[in-house]
């Protein structure tokens, strides 16, 4: 037996002198993982264990939404937008209205702001649980994904009394609502302010100051906010990184101006402060949520549920068998044959991962000249080689699913 | 003061600035809804963004995608969406290029965020970015044949023979 296997003070050097040795090693992470949880390929050089090179591969799913666009009639786009991050699809529809009605110049009466402040709040719920208790999941924690999950899917009941769908919601139309809010589903809402912040407390004290997490997440795939900015981060992956931007305050749309409520942000941003960062903002959700439920009660009118704008929404069908008048709008309607102004404009929301924004460019047809899609998870996915560069392979998944990015967000 | 009187001064203030670095006829601007959109000849393209950068705190750049309108002379275009974080203020710069002399220079060494956003328009519009650190196509496979959101390129794969083109249009 020589020398370097027996006399431990050796092996050192003699790793060093095997220099020649080293190799490195190429990793396929993805596309299809399960820790993915999504289309993303990553191909990584790694030396052992650390991660020296990142090279990325998207466009998997890509469906050329924005072309699509181009053909298709204003309120088409609809079905298009909750395809893009189908985590919390209403935003992205109701993202897609607003900019639309901006583009119109139609006002919204109060009630109709207000019910869309709860659905865009229950949606980043949503898509804020779903972060979460992924991140908790790859972190080796299953029973949040098993059991604030189910929270989910009480907001999906929500979704499915409101417009009937639960994923890809298609939710309201270009002016507001398809139909009023039934009792069933105030009374849901209603539900979900009372009980998830008690599930809320419930997952912080499995996780927030429970050792084996903290010391697996914090200075996990850190950025710094300066970093950040140049690299288009937006949303809480944002705020995690200490800078306040929020579009909801920034540039507040849909009355968030009538709304007390705080901007949640960390430090060094790693995973650890998005994931704080998140549970905070859902619990500033729930409390957005009840302050409209407030204002709701004072609005004495219980029945308006879009503006007066007979060329965008479907009547109902029974005038539409009985009366010239709905007769025409409804054609009107479906062949889209309705004014548009000649104009651009760009409206960007809160969407679950960030500033959602959408560009249109009309040149007064039926459909847009162009679309272009502001996808939050496209622009600020470029910054995983470097988040995970030096990092472990176990550290580059945990970080990837704390970025919550979305396929289908980040393909479109 | 209230938030849209601090932005029409930030419009003019931004108008008088790039009137001051370009000259009067150096550049156009209008008023697009809400934001104040400004067209730039290709070849200062690079500095205005470095001079809107630097000096009046453009520090973020929101996105970026090309536009093609088929009949004008410059048919390609490139929008810039900026925003200053601190001041609260958006704007667009556009900028236009022909079919022919489709290049614009980089900017990813300003905003390292243009990366992706440049081989997306490059992916889809086939506008170079002269100095892109990697400069190939993004979500469409290595080899597509087109630049799939010029007009001119059907919404249809054009080579499926299996479907009438009268009234579906191609």
């Known amino acids: 037996m020589s020398d370097t296997t027996t006399r431990p003070d050796l092996w050192k050097e003699d790793l060093v002198a095997g220099e020649g040795l080293k190799e490195l090693t190429t990793l396929n992470l993805g596309p299809t993982h399960p820790a993915t949880h999504g289309i993303f390929q990553n191909v990584l050089t790694m030396d052992g264990e650390i991660i020296l090179e990142t090279e990325q591969t998207i466009g998997y799913i890509h469906r050329a939404f924005e072309k699509i666009c181009e053909r298709r009639p204003f309120y088409q786009i609809t ?8 985590c919390s699809a209403p935003i992205n529809n109701m ?5 639309v009605e901006k583009l119109l110049g139609i006002d919204l009466p109060k009630r109709v702001e207000y019910m869309r402040v709860i659905i865009m709040e229950l949606s980043r719920i949503t898509d804020h649980i779903i972060c979460n208790t992924i991140i908790s999941q790859d972190a080796g924690a299953t029973t949040p994904f098993l059991y604030v999950y189910q929270w989910r899917e009480k907001i999906y009941e929500i979704y499915e009394e409101i417009c009937g769908a639960r994923l890809t919601t298609n939710m309201g139309r270009i ?7 039934s009792e069933l589903a105030w009374q849901r809402i209603r539900g979900i302010v009372k009980d998830l912040p008690a599930v809320l407390d419930e997952f912080d004290a499995l996780l927030v100051r429970n050792r084996i997490f903290m010391d697996r ?3 996990c795939g850190p950025i710094a906010g300066e970093r950040a900015l140049q690299y288009g981060f937006t949303g809480p992956n944002l ?6 931007y929020d579009v909801r305050v920034a540039d507040p749309y849909s009355s968030y101006q009538d709304f007390d409520f705080a901007i949640p942000v960390g430090k060094s941003g790693d995973v650890y402060d998005r994931f704080t960062v998140r549970q905070e903002e859902m619990r500033q959700s729930l409390s957005i949520i009840r302050q409209a439920l407030e204002k709701l009660d004072k609005i004495s009118d219980k ?3 879009r503006a007066d704008v007979p060329d965008w929404v479907l009547p109902p069908k029974e005038e539409v068998y009985n009366d010239m008048e709905a007769l025409i709008y409804h054609f009107k309607v479906v062949m889209g044959e309705v004014e548009v102004p000649v ?21 007064g047809g039926r459909n847009p000249f162009r679309v272009h899609l502001r996808r939050p998870c496209f622009i600020y996915y470029q910054a995983y080689p470097e988040i995970i560069k030096g990092g472990m392979l176990s550290d580059a998944i945990l970080t990837m699913s704390s970025m919550n990015v979305i396929a289908g967000e980040l393909d479109a | 003061m209230p938030a849209f009187t601090i932005k029409a001064e930030r419009d003019q203030l931004v108008t008088d600035r790039l009137t001051g670095l370009l000259g009067a006829d150096g550049f156009t601007h209008e008023r697009l809804y809400d934001t104040l959109c400004f067209t730039v000849p290709k070849e200062k393209i690079h500095s205005t963004l470095a001079y809107l950068r630097d000096e009046l705190d453009f520090n973020f750049l929101t996105s970026l995608c090309g536009m093609h309108f088929p009949g004008l002379e410059k048919e390609l275009g490139a929008v810039y969406f900026l925003h200053s974080m601190r001041n609260g203020h958006r704007i667009r710069v556009k900028t236009y290029v022909t079919l022919q002399e489709a290049k614009l220079p980089t900017v990813t060494d300003l905003w390292p965020t243009a990366n992706w956003m440049e081989r997306e328009t490059w992916d889809f519009f086939g506008i170079q970015f002269t100095g892109h650190p990697n400069l190939k196509r993004i979500l469409n496979m290595e080899d597509f044949p087109a630049f799939p959101m010029r007009k001119d390129y059907p919404l249809e794969d054009p080579t499926r023979e299996d479907k009438d083109n009268t009234f579906f249009g191609r």
């Open chain 1, 95 to 99: 993202g897609w209205h607003m900019a």
């Open chain 1, 239 to 244: 705020r995690a990184a200490g800078v306040d």
């Open chain 1, 303 to 305: 029945t308006t549920f």
């Open chain 1, 79 to 86: 079905t298009l937008t909750d395809r893009m991050n189908y």
């Open chain 1, 343 to 363: 104009g651009e404009i760009y409206h960007c929301v809160e969407g679950g991962n960030g500033e959602l924004g959408f560009y249109i460019v009309s040149d």
């Open chain 1, 175 to 181: 002016g507001g609502f398809e139909r009023n809010f």
């Open chain 1, 217 to 219: 997440t914090i200075n």
